[in-house]
């Protein structure tokens, strides 16, 4: 069944509308919770007068930070923690769930209001009085860290949360001192939000009887969600709180942790000893999500007399918001590996400054980090091809890895197993005619209209961290009718699980896609696990079923050997039965568990050998009015390596996706705030622009596939490759587009107005 493009098992409910999304959830009785937010993005608190609010028909609970800290409640902690200059630690930055003190961006929880309707809950929300003595905002990284800049934090008067590095400085250092050419690029990489369909919502059911909490919500990690709320906030075992994911309408990182919303939703319930549910509003989203991206950097780029890299640095402002929540340090420290790309640059050092601003805080979104590695990557080049006179697509050809050089130790961290990048090349430049670049160029110019185009490589880890890939867990279970149920750890937001897994274990063991369950996103049923993130669900799932399988087989092959009578040694499995050598008598898997209870269950914690690389080429066209500045993205073409393909129609569905992912970042989406205020100015789709199904064109998606030796199924994972190289190529292409009227670079997203203001300025400077 592997590489069958099978329909999705999933739709059928979810296109009849019978999904069952956290909002569907019905409990008797249920509360509903408001969160009271800060107006300010920077202030002290300096009293709450809540009377009014407490008085207000159906108000059941008026809770601020003073109940919190009564409570002895804890707080969200950041699971990475880095360093600052010194040796010290990193900033202390205390992440309640309602803010002690002060505000420190506009939408900081202060309080919550629970009542028996959501419209009253709504209207009591409204009479809760905070005091407030405004300070001065910061939200851009840059001015966060300029002398004189207001401080968010007492431990951190220089705005700084810690500062990462890796690689070898002086070897770097001393490449670039001997370089023939030095490029170089200042950059901004824009702050954006994940707008899920499904926006974020909790229900808390509290059971009197035995003290538990059953906790629903959309997340891609209920495991360790569970442990952040119940040991960490709450101080209770984590068996004391039940997390269960129903079906999640997309989450791109957004909904990977602990959020304050659901440590609230369950604190309120247990202190109530009622059901309480919580949900957000579209415009509430803005304001208390969980963003990603937002970093100002500057690349350099170091190249010989023929134009091979010898060494590349870059220095790295990382927005990392008002608060190190608990994965903020990831998408700017953890896969800084990228920076190497597919190339044979000898020498890479990269250093990231944490930088705390009154803005939410972030994590990781679709990439966490790799789009932003690649597209430094990427442009760099690009502007030292065009410095040095040398074609853009020799220059990279010139400098990739090749097959016969695999496994391959890159300058920065990272060794691939495997990978035909100029295979990916010359693949690519073919399937999107780049021959006929020219000819095309003209005919857009016959019509008043520039034409460019980019083209990139792009490599991502998948599966990580890359030292030591975290375990999963799996189980396989039998009835009494031989029917098969395979719990894993990960949590499905769209992605397609039940029909992989079912593809995976109908390869490996043969069992019937109707005879076999998918259970997940249960901590109950699923105790052990780490989720789903970093395209690890198919390269990790794969050595889960892989090592089950072969348990099964083991344990099935002495127990078939007795309902055979024959030994062991003359049974051997294939095509889903136990078969006797050189003969047709059999019994299938089935029909064995059938007869054998219990006997041929198995689970366990399996970790893949390591990490796997994702890559690929995108080859973009960009058609811009010289008049308008506005922007037409005409043709997309991808070669993908993401190892094994377990179902093509599934790898192209996320393909597209993180495609679409990007390319709206490159062109529109920017979560912008007002200088001063620090008030949020795109918290609406009326100013936050998201891509539309008109911005994309058709999109071929061709697969170069390499398999990965670090997993049984030789898979690499698809989810965010789409993304990796979509932000990059697409602002190639409109850079390329412009770049013969005197545009060097245009920072994203690219607007009308920032395009057209970019050839203005260019036309002048002339």
């Known amino acids: 069944m592997l590489g069958q493009s099978c329909?999705?098992?999933?739709?059928?409910?979810?296109?009849?509308?019978?999904?069952?999304?956290?909002?569907?959830?019905?409990?008797?009785?249920?509360?509903?919770?408001?969160?009271?937010?800060?107006?300010?993005?920077?202030?002290?608190?300096?009293?709450?007068?809540?009377?009014?609010?407490?008085?207000?028909?159906?108000?059941?609970?008026?809770?601020?930070?003073?109940?919190?800290?009564?409570?002895?409640l804890g707080d969200l902690k950041p699971v990475i923690r880095h360093k600052r200059p010194g040796g010290r630690d990193m900033a202390e930055t205390r992440m309640a769930l309602l803010a002690v003190g002060d505000v420190r961006?506009?939408?900081?929880?202060?309080?919550?209001?629970?009542?028996?309707?959501?419209?009253?809950?709504?209207?009591a929300a409204e009479a809760v009085f905070v005091d407030y003595e405004p300070g001065e905002a910061v939200t851009d990284v840059v001015e966060a860290v300029a002398e004189g800049a207001p401080a968010l934090w007492p431990d951190a008067p220089d705005n700084i949360a810690f500062v990462f590095e890796q690689g070898d400085r002086a070897a770097t250092d001393a490449a670039f001192a001997r370089a023939h050419h030095v490029a170089k690029l200042d950059f901004r990489v824009t702050r954006v939000t994940a707008v899920a369909m499904e926006p974020r919502g909790a229900i808390a059911v509290p059971d009197l009887e035995n003290g538990r909490t059953t906790l629903w919500l959309g997340t891609q990690q209920p495991q360790r969600t569970r442990a952040a709320l119940a040991e960490d906030v709450l101080g209770i075992p984590a068996d004391h709180l039940r997390v269960i994911s129903p079906d999640v309408g997309g989450s791109f990182g957004m909904k990977n942790n602990a959020s304050r919303e659901a440590g609230l939703t369950v604190w309120a319930a247990r202190r109530l000893k009622r059901p309480v549910r919580w949900m957000a509003s579209r415009g509430e989203s803005f304001l208390s999500d969980y963003q990603g991206r937002d970093n100002v950097s500057t690349v350099e780029l170091a190249l010989d007399r023929e134009g091979l890299f010898t060494a590349l640095r870059i220095r790295t402002l990382g927005g990392i918001g008002a608060y190190v929540g608990p994965s903020s340090a990831i998408p700017f420290t953890?896969?800084?590996?990228?920076?190497?790309?597919?190339?044979?640059?000898?020498?890479?050092?990269?250093?990231?400054?944490?930088?705390?601003?009154?803005?939410?805080?972030?994590?990781?979104?679709?990439?966490?980090?790799?789009?932003?590695?690649?597209?430094a990557l990427e442009r760099i080049i690009d502007i030292a091809a065009l410095e040095m006179g040398i074609d853009r697509v020799k220059l990279r050809q010139r400098n990739l890895i090749t097959p016969d050089q695999m496994p391959f130790q890159t300058g920065l961290v990272f060794n691939y197993d495997s990978g035909d990048f100029p295979r990916n090349m010359d693949m690519a430049l073919e399937a999107a005619d780049w021959k006929g670049l020219e000819a095309r160029r003209n005919e857009a110019r016959s019509r008043g209209r520039l034409l460019g185009a980019g083209i990139i490589n792009a490599i991502e880890i998948a599966g990580g961290p890359y030292q030591k890939p975290m375990p999963e867990f799996g189980a396989f279970s039998f009835d009494d009718k031989g029917d098969a149920t395979l719990s894993m750890g990960f949590s499905d937001s769209g992605m397609g699980h039940i029909t992989t897994f079912r593809q995976i274990a109908g390869d490996m063991l043969g069992l019937d896609a109707d005879r076999l369950a998918f259970v997940t996103a249960d901590t109950d049923a699923v105790p052990q696990g780490f989720g789903t993130f970093g395209s690890r669900t198919v390269g990790h799932g794969g050595a889960v079923v892989a090592n089950l399988a072969a348990q099964i087989i083991e344990k099935g092959s002495d127990l078939a050997a007795g309902h055979l009578e024959v030994a062991g040694d003359d049974v051997e499995f294939s095509g889903g039965a136990f078969r006797v050598k050189g003969t047709d008598r059999?019994?299938?898997?089935?029909?064995?568990?059938?007869?054998?209870?219990?006997?041929?269950?198995?689970?366990?914690?399996?970790?893949?050998?390591?990490?796997?690389?994702?890559?690929?080429?995108?080859?973009?066209?960009?058609?811009?009015?010289?008049?308008?500045?506005?922007?037409?993205?005409?043709?997309?073409?991808?070669?993908?390596?993401?190892?094994?393909?377990?179902?093509?129609?599934?790898?192209?569905?996320q393909i597209h996706g993180g495609i679409a992912q990007g390319l709206g970042q490159a062109l529109g989406e920017a979560i912008i705030y007002e200088p001063g205020s620090g008030q949020m100015l795109t918290g609406s789709f009326m100013d936050y622009r998201m891509p539309r199904a008109g911005d994309l064109p058709?999109?071929?998606?061709?697969?170069?596939?390499?398999?990965?030796?670090?997993?049984?199924?030789?898979?690499?994972?698809?989810?965010?490759?789409?993304?990796v190289g979509a932000l990059p190529v697409v602002m190639n292409a409109i850079i390329d587009a412009v770049s013969e009227l005197g545009v060097r670079h245009i920072d994203m997203p690219a607007t009308p107005d920032r395009v057209w203001r970019a050839i203005?300025?260019?036309?002048?400077a002339r």
Do not use: W
């Open 7 to 72: 329909p999705r098992d999933e739709d059928a409910a979810l296109v009849q509308g019978q999904g069952r999304y956290t909002g569907d959830i019905h409990v008797d009785g249920a509360a509903h919770l408001v969160v009271v937010r800060s107006p300010y993005a920077a202030a002290r608190i300096t009293g709450y007068d809540t009377a009014d609010a407490r008085a207000m028909s159906g108000v059941l609970a008026v809770l601020t930070a003073e109940d919190m800290e009564a409570d002895g």
């Open 105 to 123: 961006f506009a939408g900081d929880p202060v309080a919550v209001v629970v009542a028996e309707t959501l419209a009253q809950a709504e209207d």
């Open 334 to 375: 953890v896969h800084l590996g990228g920076l190497a790309g597919v190339y044979r640059t000898p020498h890479i050092h990269a250093e990231v400054t944490g930088v705390l601003i009154n803005a939410q805080p972030i994590a990781p979104y679709r990439g966490a980090g790799r789009p932003e590695a690649t597209y």
């Open 586 to 653: 059999a019994i299938t898997l089935h029909e064995l568990a059938a007869k054998e209870p219990g006997k041929l269950d198995v689970s366990g914690m399996v970790a893949p050998d390591a990490a796997t690389f994702p890559n690929g080429c995108h080859v973009c066209e960009a058609e811009v009015d010289p008049e308008t500045g506005e922007v037409e993205i005409t043709r997309y073409t991808v070669v993908d390596d993401v190892g094994t393909v377990v179902n093509p129609m599934l790898v192209k569905g």
């Open 698 to 723: 058709s999109i071929n998606v061709l697969t170069n596939p390499q398999p990965s030796k670090c997993n049984p199924l030789g898979a690499k994972g698809a989810g965010e490759a789409g993304t």
């Open 760 to 764: 203005r300025e260019a036309r002048g």
